[in-house]
């Protein structure tokens, strides 16, 4: 009867003489006027929502998502993070969202009643590891009797392999998507009564802007902040575009508030995170200034963005909230690095001289398969020009051997790149496939896997090589640190220079600001002579207590290389 029911209320909309019962009609104009009727009808909502309630055409609320239903019970949940920064970011929110709801944190296991493991999708390797992380989370389950355990899979492999993990693994009880976060309290909810909940929906719209996320790691002396989400390029190897969605840029106001608080909380260095920061654009602020062109043998698969406040605008007040505080960025795809951004950072102490360029190849063939928007040769104009206009740059890099249909030739290119351009830091991988990709529908995986380790190696050796030299090159020098904390395995204290290279040296009193002398802390900065190098790590001597703003008084613009 309740199937009869709302049939008969479809019914009433289209059963109208004028369109049904008048024999002029043809049985062709009947069904294009039915047609027309039915897309002011109701909708699947109508379908299902109870009997005794209004229909509202115009409501917010869809019946089916029971936006109404609340979890019961406090419930102590356990963070497993894999993948990048960005990740990082969004488990900081998340937890911001659960905590609001009345939901505990724990770091013991056997404390915990739900296990969110944050995901990425970008390499083989990393859902490896994240399926081994399952295996031992289900066994945790099935051993945990007296507790209703539960399991969520959030961000990028979650809408990848949505289907995989609840359909045939039945490995987990939560799955959501990067842009599905405010939505974990109802989906937790719905796992009380044993419903597996799903919620993998991107978004053109969500950046969180208004969640300020409470941090993890409340001691730490350094924080992220994602100013964007998802991106355009459409790499032909990168699963981002279809994980994370499109681009969408954070209003600046929203930025420099949170870097405010952060401050205040006496955060000492902050990262703001994007998939390609050089793209970021408020267009919600209105602004005369005229958009850069891409740079001569650069270009874009998308159609660029007009007005609004950029990247560069972004920076200049970022870092004017605090001048105590490091800004570091990433990730800046290289096609969009314009002058104003690479003048902002020459100009302002506090904002780290390490850029992120990522080569992915030093073959010009290899790009063009990528789908990068650059070649070899315009890529190296990039660096000499980066490093003309800021003394003492230091530069990073992501490399990718092994993909689709490269030669030994193209691979040796990547080599003489590699040695060309002195990378302070690489990260460096085999090219895996990834399913939804360009390079998956048009491409083949045609490189043996045991000549993708071979070259890995190869790529790891060098870099290895070109940063013991580079490391080796800064003994005697005087570096700016920010002290971390003390190693796990030793009793050294261990902090960051600016360009993010790891500084260990011994605990001892060194003088301070006030005149007199005491030890170093997490979050002061220390000023330390480099004295021995590794291909990782930099060994110095702490000399005295400093400021950010003092020890970059003290040294000229044209000695940053000697000071970093």
Request: charged letters at 30%; one cysteine or more; hydrophobic letters at 35%.
């Amino acid at each position: 009867m309740l199937f009869i029911r709302r049939v008969q209320r479809l019914s009433k909309l289209i059963d109208q003489p004028s369109v049904i019962k008048c024999r002029c009609y043809s049985a062709s104009s009947r069904i294009i006027s039915i047609k027309e009727k039915l897309k002011d009808g109701p909708g699947l909502k109508e379908f299902i929502i109870e009997d005794n309630q209004p229909i509202l055409t115009d409501s917010p609320h869809i019946p089916y998502l029971m936006a109404n239903v609340k979890t019961q019970t406090k419930r102590k949940v356990f963070f497993d993070v894999y993948g990048c920064q960005m990740n990082l970011n969004d488990t900081d929110i998340v937890w911001t969202i659960l905590k609001k709801e009345g939901f505990e944190k724990t770091t013991i296991e056997n404390e915990a009643d739900i296990f969110l493991v944050m995901t990425c999708a970008i390499r083989e390797g990393a859902e490896t590891k994240i399926w081994h992380r399952l295996d031992h989370l289900r066994g945790f389950k099935r051993r945990a009797k007296n507790r209703d355990v539960k399991i969520g899979i959030l961000g990028c492999m979650a809408e990848r392999l949505k289907e995989k993990l609840i359909e045939k693994e039945k490995a987990v009880d939560i799955v959501a998507g990067p842009d599905s976060y405010r939505d974990l309290p109802r989906l937790l909810a719905l796992t009380e009564n044993g419903q597996t909940a799903v919620n993998v929906l991107l978004s053109l719209d969500e950046t969180y802007a208004d969640v300020v996320p409470v941090r993890l790691n409340q001691d730490s002396v350094s924080a992220f902040i994602s100013i964007m989400r998802g991106c355009d390029n459409m790499c032909t190897y990168c699963i981002v575009p279809f994980t994370r969605g499109r681009e969408r840029s954070r209003p600046v106001s929203s930025i420099v508030d949170e870097v405010r608080q952060l401050a205040d909380q006496g955060v000492k260095e902050v990262t703001l995170l994007g998939q390609n920061v050089n793209s970021y654009r408020d267009v919600t602020q209105a602004t005369e200034k005229v958009d850069t062109q891409v740079a001569k043998g650069f270009i874009t698969v998308y159609k660029t963005k007009k007005g609004g406040l950029r990247f560069a605008d972004l920076l200049e007040k970022v870092s004017a909230v605090d001048p105590e505080m490091r800004i570091r960025f990433t990730a800046a795809h290289p096609k969009d690095f314009p002058d104003e951004v690479l003048q902002i950072i020459s100009e302002r102490p506090n904002i780290c001289k390490l850029l992120h360029l990522p080569a992915q190849s030093g073959s010009s063939a290899v790009l063009e398969r990528m789908r990068r928007g650059y070649t070899r040769e315009a890529y190296l104009q990039l660096v000499e020009h980066v490093k003309k206009t800021i003394p003492g740059v230091g530069l990073s890099t992501d490399m990718i051997c092994g993909f689709c249909g490269e030669t030994d030739e193209e691979f040796e290119e990547t080599l003489s790149l590699m040695e060309i351009v002195d990378y302070n830091i690489a990260f460096l991988f085999p090219y895996s496939m990834r399913e939804k990709t360009t390079a998956y529908r048009r491409y083949k995986d045609d490189v043996p896997d045991h000549i993708k380790k071979y070259r890995h190696n190869r790529m790891i050796d060098i870099y290895k090589r070109k940063c013991q030299l580079l490391n080796e090159a800064e003994i005697g020098n005087t570096h700016l640190v920010l002290v971390e904390g003390v190693a796990r395995k030793s009793d050294k204290i261990l902090g960051r220079n600016e360009l993010y290279l790891r500084v260990a040296f011994d605990q001892t009193a060194i003088p301070s600001e006030d005149g007199g002398r005491r030890e170093v802390k997490p979050g002061d900065y220390v000023a330390v002579e480099i004295v021995g190098a590794r291909s990782a790590t930099l060994l110095g001597v702490p000399l005295y207590h400093t400021s950010l703003s003092e020890f970059y008084r003290e040294h000229q613009w044209g000695e940053r290389r000697a000071v970093n």
